[in-house]
């Protein structure tokens, strides 16, 4: 027979015991778990540590920059949101039409317009090529030898049959070549406000009388200038206009990764007329809108949130700043590149330079090899230099007697 007062103990002890067993065992799987944990982040760590990061100011060859840091923290406030299904983010979708509303009103987009978010240039590209081919029932692009490859996927995807058109000593589309190659076939322009390999502006508002007298739909890649021009333009610079000011513009492409100064990848089409976007909208039954436009479902609100973050942060006034310093960069990149006695492809039009090499290939491998990340340009035997926001004059002061030692080592000088 159990002594009563062990009666009334034991269960109170082996309660106890189990507990601090639990407790044991819990403390132990803590432990492991952060060990796993830590030993993935290590693992990440060394993958991260082989990559270049653009904080360094090395990278000189990137359209991409360093996210503003108000981007970086309303971009993981908002990782959890899908602006494919708006009606579980009703918050997100209204930021997202606060901030379609300031891209509008940058490219001056009339009352019937529509902004359509894309995650980038290549997006836009091909949204915007979907539309025209919808709207006319025609396949022929025309555009200049300098337009994105994007749309060498385009041809592929679409069955459209592109024309590429030279260029003229300037680098940007020969107008009268264009005008000689215009048929009853003709589906769609394309016109570029800043090329990716120079920074070039197409002819723009020649290129928007033509396509208004033609009736042909016309499409602005301003992936990288969208961000730049209309603070060029106030700070007195001579661009083209490359907005809906021109009647004949008919969908412009700007991307928020590139001069945005946000996190990658967020881009914005917009549509002329909001009708348009009927042409390629499909059912979508199970989510809680009817239709669904664009290549994408499921879209992630957090670039979205950044990119209008950014937007409200900087203001008008202070991406023409930004502006105005990534351009005195340029110029002062322009002048030590000169002064090494390099040429550069043209004078810049923005705060992209081209640097004329015999042998850009080899050029780019050794400034890799020292920690120097430039971009070549096979088709027009240069290296591109592209003046971020991160970029500065004296992490230029750090790159010229690297580039000179370079050259030098290859008799490029």
Not at 37 to 61: A, P, T, V, W, Y
Not at 268 to 274: A, E, H, Q, S, Y
């Amino acid at each position: 027979m159990i002594d009563p007062f062990l009666s009334s103990i034991l269960p109170r002890f082996f309660t106890h015991i189990i507990f601090f067993n639990y407790h044991v065992l819990s403390l132990a799987m803590v432990s492991v778990d952060s060990q796993k944990r830590q030993k993935i982040f290590n693992e990440l760590l060394r993958f991260q540590q082989r990559d270049f990061c653009f904080s360094s100011g090395h990278i000189l060859g990137s359209m991409c920059t360093v996210p503003h840091p108000i981007a970086r923290e309303a971009y993981i406030q908002f990782l959890e949101t899908n602006l494919g299904d708006p009606e579980l983010c009703p918050g997100t979708k209204k930021i997202e039409s606060r901030f379609v509303a300031f891209i509008s009103k940058l490219l001056y987009a009339p009352k019937n317009s529509i902004g359509q978010i894309v995650s980038g240039g290549t997006e836009g590209n091909i949204t915007a090529m979907w539309i025209a081919k919808q709207l006319s029932g025609k396949k022929e692009i025309l555009l200049p030898q300098s337009a994105h490859f994007s749309f060498q996927k385009i041809t592929s995807l679409m069955d459209l049959k592109l024309i590429e058109l030279p260029l003229t000593k300037e680098y940007v589309i020969d107008v009268t070549q264009l005008k000689k190659n215009i048929t009853k076939k003709t589906a769609a322009i394309i016109g570029l406000a800043g090329s990716t390999e120079l920074g070039a502006i197409d002819p723009i508002p020649q290129l928007s009388d033509i396509c208004s007298d033609e009736q042909i739909f016309l499409h602005i890649d301003a992936a990288f200038g969208g961000f730049v021009i209309p603070f060029l333009k106030k700070l007195q610079y001579n661009v083209p206009d490359f907005d809906f000011r021109l009647k004949g513009v008919s969908t412009i492409s700007v991307d928020s990764h590139k001069m945005g100064y946000s996190v990658i990848p967020l881009g914005t089409l917009m549509i002329r007329n909001k009708n348009w976007l009927e042409s390629i909208s499909v059912e979508s039954p199970y989510i809680s809108c009817e239709k669904q436009a664009g290549i994408l479902g499921t879209r992630s609100g957090a670039p979205v949130a950044a990119a209008y973050a950014v937007a409200r942060y900087l203001g008008n006034e202070g991406y023409k700043n930004m502006v105005k310093s990534c351009m005195e960069v340029t110029k002062y990149t322009q002048k030590n590149i000169t002064e090494l006695g390099l040429d550069l492809v043209m004078e810049p039009a923005m705060n992209v330079l081209g640097v004329k090499l015999c042998k850009p290939g080899l050029i780019v491998k050794k400034l890799s090899d020292k920690g120097w990340r430039v971009n070549k340009v096979k088709r027009l035997s240069c290296i591109r230099l592209v003046m971020m926001p991160q970029i500065t004059k004296e992490i230029i002061d750090e790159f010229i007697p690297v580039l000179k030692k370079t050259c030098k080592e290859v008799g490029e000088l």
